[in-house]
């Protein structure tokens, strides 16, 4: 290996200052010839650890190139080595300095923003974190699920998002008021106090708490319902519901309920990226990608400098598991848990669902590397995946997967999505609407596949190379009689059922389990799950459209456009059925909520 490149010979401070180092902890400071601060350390002993950097025969490219720069030493005596760490952070936070592991987010991504000492707070979407008293939530990623989360805290809780001085002068709330996304405190329509009820059932939400949120929610249902506050319990009862099935939506990705951050890496061709997962009370609320420059191996080194990066700015969980030691955990930990007021453990797992997350952020990690500088790969490799789990003769560059929806054997419908090298090609896309509606999920997928196959046999047209049921063993025997019907068992089959994400293949009664952080499950899942919005949102055209035109149309004296604003209003006949005269009247007026209470009492 070539002799390290110094300025030994040429500075006339390099010298001198590395024959006088103390035996202390403290930072370490290098600088270039114009003065240009190069590169911050800390050391438990100063003398050892920067005589390091001239004395090592092997030295990494990126460390050989700071060497050959530096032309001055500045040096920081500190009492012990965590003053040490601490004042590191400081000045790289500072100074920036090029040579240190600066951590480049593959975006700025946004957080949810509760402008909590507020007296009346408002929740807005910012990429912009302060410390300003305010509570952020976040990152999300990716970007759209912060509004999507915005949305949902106007929508549950009617919380404001706007800059109005709220000094009582205002003359009429803005059409969010009218939309029931905003209690309008502008107006004074709601009181502090309440509306700080609704801040903090906001904040609960955001913070994930589901069962502190749930007996807060039940508790003012309960309340408004003694005090024959009827509207306001409905409301309640309505967020209740909603903020229910928001949550059972969310995946919960452990049964260890302390906050944890878990850090996976990948490494290619000179670039490192790190993927953060963040879990809350068992549930995964965000994740975050760091991109490294100018790194060969991820070691405990840069590992330790990385957790120094996210910490500076990010609050500190009280766990972290991570793939290998970070250098000088001990002292890391100590730090950490001096930064969040109580202990914080760094964990490298070795078994059990912990190793399953970890592996997760790795196979995370590697896939942002290659969708950034190799996109056309990525989906390849996904797709070569797939290929070698299902054991196919051929690599699967169009899919289409088949599902069937229906109300009790109304309105059946069947979809088919088509995927073309890993990506929607909805083009494609076929809906069917089946000729004998019955509650009999295989023989309706038999008819959608065999109406689908048969024109396209017909047609000449080319066929796919995967058919992909959303089902069991049940759904895939339907469709796999049906290709066989029409001389089609050529086809390559498979199903995927959704309770425990197995696949079954014809043949066998077996199924095959693909591992769940794999991206091959990840594009099974994506394409089911397109199947299954088509066709449900198919269904229920068809079912508001008999709804509207064969029940809330033969009430005497009502017409389509009032019978739409019914549906629109109560979103099914059962319950406009249900409803109070008081509610139909503010819908559609006195008089045809008479003409519907009247047709309620023949027809009940």
Not at 64 to 78: F, G, K, P, S
Not at 139 to 150: G, L
Not at 274 to 280: F, K
Not at 375 to 381: D, F, G, I, K, V
Request: proline residues 4%; glycine residues 6%; contains cysteine.
């Amino acid at each position: 290996m070539a002799a390290i490149r110094t300025n030994l010979e040429k500075s006339p401070f390099l010298k001198r200052k590395l024959g006088d180092l103390p035996l202390r902890p403290g930072c370490y400071l290098y600088r270039d010839e114009g003065g240009n601060l190069l590169y911050v350390g800390k050391a438990k002993v100063l003398r050892n650890r920067v005589k390091s950097y001239f004395q090592q025969k092997r030295l990494d490219a990126k460390t050989r190139r700071l060497v050959a720069r530096i032309w001055d030493i500045e040096l920081i005596v500190c009492e012990t080595e965590l003053e040490a760490l601490i004042l590191e952070n400081n000045l790289i936070k500072e100074h920036w300095p090029p040579f240190n592991i600066l951590l480049k987010d593959d975006k700025s991504y946004p957080y949810v923003k509760l402008t909590w000492k507020e007296a009346f707070p408002k929740v807005y979407v910012t990429r912009k974190v302060r410390k300003d008293g305010s509570l952020y939530f976040g990152p999300f990623f990716p970007a759209s699920t912060a509004y999507r989360t915005a949305e949902l805290v106007y929508r549950f809780f009617q919380i404001r998002d706007c800059d109005i001085e709220i000094d009582g002068k205002r003359g009429r709330a803005c059409l969010k008021y009218q939309l029931h996304r905003c209690t309008a405190p502008c107006i004074a329509a709601v009181s502090q106090e309440s509306y700080r009820e609704q801040a903090k059932e906001a904040r609960l939400f955001l913070e994930g708490k589901r069962d502190e949120l749930k007996a807060r929610l039940e508790a003012a249902m309960w309340k408004a319902a003694e005090a024959a506050a009827f509207e306001q319990a409905a409301q309640h009862r309505d967020a209740l519901q909603q903020v229910d099935a928001w949550f059972t939506r969310q995946k919960a990705a452990s049964a260890d309920l302390d906050d944890t951050d878990v850090y996976g890496s990948a490494v290619l061709d000179g670039r490192a990226c790190v993927h953060r997962l963040m879990l809350r009370e068992g549930r995964m609320v965000g994740r975050q990608e760091y991109l490294l420059d100018d790194v060969e191996v991820f070691d405990g080194a840069v590992l330790a400098q990385v957790i120094q990066r996210v910490y500076s700015a990010d609050p500190v969980p009280a766990k972290l598991l991570v793939e290998i030691e970070p250098e000088e955990g001990d002292l890391l930990g100590e730090w950490l848990s001096g930064l969040r007021g109580t202990k914080a453990r760094i964990h490298v797992p070795q078994k059990g669902e912990k190793v399953d997350l970890l592996a997760m952020a790795q196979e995370n990690a590697r896939l942002a590397l290659e969708r950034k500088f190799e996109p056309a790969r990525l989906n390849e490799a996904v797709l070569e995946g797939l290929q070698a789990f299902l054991g196919l003769s051929h690599l699967p560059r169009r899919l289409e997967c088949f599902d069937i929806s229906h109300g009790q054997g109304r309105e059946v419908v069947a979809s088919c999505v088509v995927f073309s090298e890993g990506v929607p090609d909805k083009a494609r896309y076929r809906r069917f609407k089946m000729t004998n509606e019955q509650n009999d999920d295989f023989a309706n997928m038999h008819e959608a596949v065999t109406r689908r196959y048969r024109r396209m046999r017909d047609e000449g047209q080319e066929f796919p190379d995967l058919v992909l049921i959303d089902g069991g063993l049940g759904q895939l025997h339907a469709a796999e009689a049906a290709l066989k019907e029409l001389g089609l068992e050529q086809l390559e089959l498979a199903s995927l059922a959704k309770k425990e994400e197995l696949v079954f293949r014809p043949g066998s009664s077996e199924p095959l389990r693909i591992p769940k952080s794999s991206p091959v499950l990840q594009l099974l899942q994506r394409i089911r799950d397109e199947a299954h919005r088509f066709a449900i949102t198919y269904h229920r055209a068809l079912r508001a459209k008999r709804t509207l035109q064969t029940e809330l149309t033969q009430i005497p004296g009502v017409g389509p456009a009032t019978a739409k604003k019914l549906l629109q209003t109560f979103g099914s006949a059962t319950k406009v059925r249900e409803a109070e005269e008081a509610e139909l009247s503010q819908a559609v007026g006195a008089a045809a909520a008479k003409k519907v209470i009247a047709w309620r009492a023949v027809k009940p």
